[in-house]
């Protein structure tokens, strides 16, 4: 892949895409502020400080569901974090925007409106057919060069993603290194990495997990593992949580209990489950898995497995931490995921924080900061794809290797 490095930036018209897609509010009709604007902000500055005309490209959620809204705040917040204005043109390819680009001055940045208002942005062909759609054909030929530093939606093999690297000379912007060079540091196959997986997106862990035992068994040493994904092993293991607990895994994914039982088939001993577990009884009360069942909700690891977890991740070179690991939002059940991430904070360990709940939960709701970590992704489902190995259509199209 190249870099901006590698470019003269002077006066060049520059497609750069971003992803700023937010949480929206359609009653109040407001996007949320989060660290995707700021990340992409220090890019943008960069082009704009190098003289260059920038084109944003974005979108914001889906067709057909509610947050799917016009880009016009999300330049506003750019505008803010960028520190110079960046106009909102309310078109994607049509005249209007070919009008605006053309009259774009050095130095200056503009957002065209959401990309996924173009009805074939979101085919799933490669970037070659992708060359011939709508915004390649119109835009392309305004353009000097492409810059993706939009890791995040890299997992979408979508127009505004990878059809200009089939006609643009095409660069990894810098949101999009850091993306990579971290999640490859965390992996790398000569140090000792530990991987913490909670949450309750059981499907994506295991999709991480199977990667990281069959397929690139040197990547991760230990996966350190809470929430209903710690639940669905000690119940694969043959502990009776109890048929509320159970009943609660089995309804997060299809045969929870029983994928879980196949992953452990084939472990050898890089799994690591709670040795005891929080449940609420009016409050938070210990027990150790020995105690199991319980008619109580699980919801946080131990006091003893916090530390167990401790010594794992103070042990490791790198750890990736993907998932709280117990239900944070709920008064006293936080302690798990705090206890832990204030053991990375405090290790010598090359760390990372990945998955959109996780980053939010920990910047947001906890008291973390992005200072406390190596890296802190902005990447949801494009990082699991990445740690689960799948090839990133984004990713793949900017590739200078071949
Ligand atoms: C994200 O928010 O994870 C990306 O912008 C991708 O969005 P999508 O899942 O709607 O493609």
Redesign the pocket.
């Known amino acids: 892949m190249q870099s901006l490095d590698e470019v003269v930036l002077d006066k060049k018209t520059v497609i750069l895409r971003i992803?700023v897609?937010?949480p929206y509010d359609p009653e109040k009709n407001r996007i949320q502020r989060t660290d995707?604007f700021d990340g992409h902000g220090r890019t943008i500055r960069e082009l704009l400080q190098r003289n260059a005309k920038v084109v944003l490209l974005a979108?914001q959620?889906?067709q057909g569901r509610d947050d799917f809204t016009r880009l016009e705040q999300h330049a506003q917040i750019l505008s803010e974090v960028v520190g110079r204005d960046i106009d909102f043109v309310s078109d994607v390819a049509g005249d209007e925007a070919k009008r605006k680009i053309l009259g774009l001055q050095p130095g200056k940045a503009l957002l065209l409106d959401n990309v996924?208002l173009l009805d074939d942005e979101?085919e799933l062909v490669t970037p070659e057919e992708h060359a011939s759609s709508n915004i390649v054909k119109e835009l392309a030929p305004l353009a000097d060069m492409f810059v993706n530093d939009?890791f995040?939606?890299s997992?979408?093999s979508?127009a505004s993603v990878v059809g200009f690297t089939a006609v643009l000379p095409s660069y990894a912007g810098r949101i999009m290194l850091d993306e990579i060079n971290s999640t490859q540091k965390a992996m790398r196959a000569d140090r000792k990495n530990v991987l913490v997986v909670g949450g309750n997106k059981i499907d994506d862990v295991e999709a991480v997990i199977a990667y990281v035992l069959d397929t690139n068994p040197t990547a991760i040493e230990y996966v350190v593992t809470g929430g209903i994904i710690a639940n669905a092993f000690l119940a694969a293991k043959g502990h009776e949580l109890g048929e509320r607990n159970r009943a609660t895994i089995e309804e997060s994914a299809d045969n929870a209990i029983a994928r879980a039982e196949t992953i452990l088939n084939k472990d050898t001993g890089k799994i690591i489950v709670p040795v005891d577990l929080a449940v609420k009884q009016y409050d938070r009360q210990e027990l150790t898995v020995d105690a199991l069942p319980t008619e109580h909700p699980i919801w946080d690891i131990g006091d003893k497995t916090g530390q167990l977890y401790c010594h794992y991740v103070s042990q490791a070179d790198a750890v990736i931490v993907k998932g709280p690991l117990g239900r944070y939002e709920a008064e006293g059940f936080a302690k798990g995921t705090e206890h832990v991430l204030d053991c990375i904070r405090q290790a010598d360990v090359f760390s990372m924080l990945g998955g959109?709940n996780t980053r939010y939960t920990a910047l947001h709701e906890m008291d973390f900061s992005q200072d406390d970590f190596s890296h802190v992704s902005l990447?949801?489902?494009?990082f699991i794809a990445f740690l689960a190995g799948e090839e990133l259509p984004g990713l793949a199209a900017l590739d200078t290797t071949d």
């Not at 990447?379 to 494009?382: D, L, P, R, S």
């Open positions: 992803d897609n937010a995707r979108h959620g889906r996924r979101t939009a995040s939606v997992h979408r979508h959109g990447a949801g489902g494009a």
